[in-house]
């Protein structure tokens, strides 16, 4: 989805984080993936701790979560101008790559040193954002696909997004297209309905399939009346005429 198109849905407490990260995921593109990641490690930490049913992190949950808020946060460093000196006091990069290089190396750490964790599997997660940073789709595609298949159904469902959201980008619509279907047909706290419902019509969009795009964005206005999603396929809809 476009950035200015990008909403999410108002509901209870939890609802509010899980699906404030979903829509974010959603929509997330190349100059606005900082903001996804953010969003994305407040899903590990509800995961972990809500979801799952435990009152607090496991010993070693707690030290994973911490090494992953590292990793994010080296992510979302900012990046200084070419030959700005670096300033002591305050992070910076040079490059994209170097920062997800760097980044790179400490979500590797979690999974080798904390596996069977609810962390290990987002900072498995995040080795297919950084690969796909880093332009190696071969190897996001990966990553996203072993974290699709982990028996965490909120955190497989993530993955699939990534996953569905690469292939579209990569020019496979229909592998991308199967995976939003099953995302529409069986949604989680972290993907919701609606979600996949609009990441599947931008899709079709993209692939000149106006007519099922409508479908979609018709639905989404029916399912939805007076909401922002409701709102937001009503503009596309007046886009599609």
């Known amino acids: 989805m476009r950035a200015e198109t990008r909403h999410q849905l108002k509901q209870d407490a939890f609802s509010r984080v899980t699906i404030n990260a979903a829509e974010k995921t959603a929509h997330w593109t190349v100059e606005h993936r900082s903001t996804l990641i953010i969003s994305t490690v407040v899903v590990a930490v509800v995961l972990a701790v809500g979801i799952g049913g435990w009152y607090y992190l496991s010993t070693q949950d707690e030290a994973a979560s911490l090494d992953l808020s590292k990793a994010v946060r080296t992510l979302d460093t900012p990046l200084r101008p070419a030959g700005a000196p670096e300033q002591p006091d305050f992070p910076s990069y040079t490059s994209e790559k170097d920062r997800a290089e760097a980044a790179k190396k400490i979500f590797q750490s979690i999974v080798d040193k904390y596996p069977h964790t609810h962390t290990a599997d987002m900072a498995h997660y995040f080795l297919g954002v950084t690969a796909e940073n880093l332009s190696d789709n071969n190897t996001a595609e990966r990553n996203f696909k072993e974290v699709a298949s982990s028996y965490n159904k909120d955190v497989a469902a993530v993955a699939k997004f990534a996953l569905a959201s690469l292939y579209g980008q990569t020019n496979r619509a229909k592998e991308a297209i199967a995976i939003y279907q099953e995302l529409i ?19 079709y969009q993209n692939f000149n399939q106006p007519l099922d795009a409508k479908r979609l964005y018709e639905q989404v206005k029916k399912e939805n009346p007076g909401n922002e999603a409701g709102q937001m396929a009503t503009q596309k809809l007046s886009e599609l005429k």
């Open 185 to 203: 047909n069986k949604p989680t706290a972290t993907v919701s309905k609606v979600t996949a419902q609009l990441q599947l019509a931008d899709l």
